[in-house]
Every structure is written in C-alpha cells, then in structure tokens.
C-alpha cells in the first residue's frame, strides 16, 4: 500500500486549498483514511478522518472550515479547506488507518501567509 499526496503550497489568509493523496495497493474494505499535520515544534494531529462506512470526525480547529471526502472509483482521498488561517500552516499527510497496520504519505506543504 502506497499513499501519494499532493496540492499543497503557499495560500494567503482566507484562501482555499485542496489536497489530494492518491491510495494505491490492496485495501481491505474495513479502512479509516483521514488527514493529519504537523507545524514545527508542534505533536502531529488530527486534521479530518474517514471511515469506509461514511462517518466522519475533524479537528475542533478545523470544523465548519475543511471538508473531507473520498473518492473510491479513483482511489483518491479528497481535502478541501477553506478559510485558511495562518495556523493552518504546517505539512500535512495522509494516512491509511487498517486493523492491523498503519500507512502514511510523504507530506504535502502548506503555507498561509500574506
């Protein structure tokens, strides 16, 4: 299982972002697939998540602002965020929640500032 993400880079405060991470390999239909970042000398958190049966839950930061979605016929995990702050900046990454593993992407950028 691979995880490829990408679409971040440099925004200014109040513009929009949305981040792709393509999912290849064999996935088991029972899968959490969400969003996580982590800012420097900060803890990695939780951005948005997924599950396979549609419920989802987001960072209290982030709530009414980012919107997770996925796209199964692509393989594709979607996370569109709107309204970005400059403490939205930080790398974000993808990661593939499995029974009995954990999967995570390179990182993807993204910066807010004027």
């Known amino acids: 299982v691979q995880l490829q993400a990408s679409g971040g880079g440099l925004v200014q405060p109040g513009g929009s972002l949305r981040l792709s991470c393509a999912v290849s390999?064999?996935?088991?239909?029972?899968?959490?697939i969400g969003w996580y970042r982590q800012a420097p000398g900060k803890e990695r958190e939780l951005v948005a998540a997924?599950?396979?049966?549609?419920?989802?839950r987001y960072g209290d930061s982030v709530k009414g602002r980012f919107t997770i979605a996925r796209d199964d016929t692509k393989n594709t995990l979607i996370l569109q965020m709107n309204s970005l702050r400059p403490e939205d900046t930080a790398v974000y990454y993808c990661?593939?929640?499995?029974?009995?593993?954990?999967?995570w992407g390179q990182g993807t950028q993204v910066t807010v500032s004027s």
């Open positions: 997924r599950t396979s049966v549609g419920v989802t």
């Open positions: 990661n593939l929640l499995l029974s009995n593993n954990v999967y």
């Open positions: 390999g064999s996935i088991p239909s029972t899968n959490v």
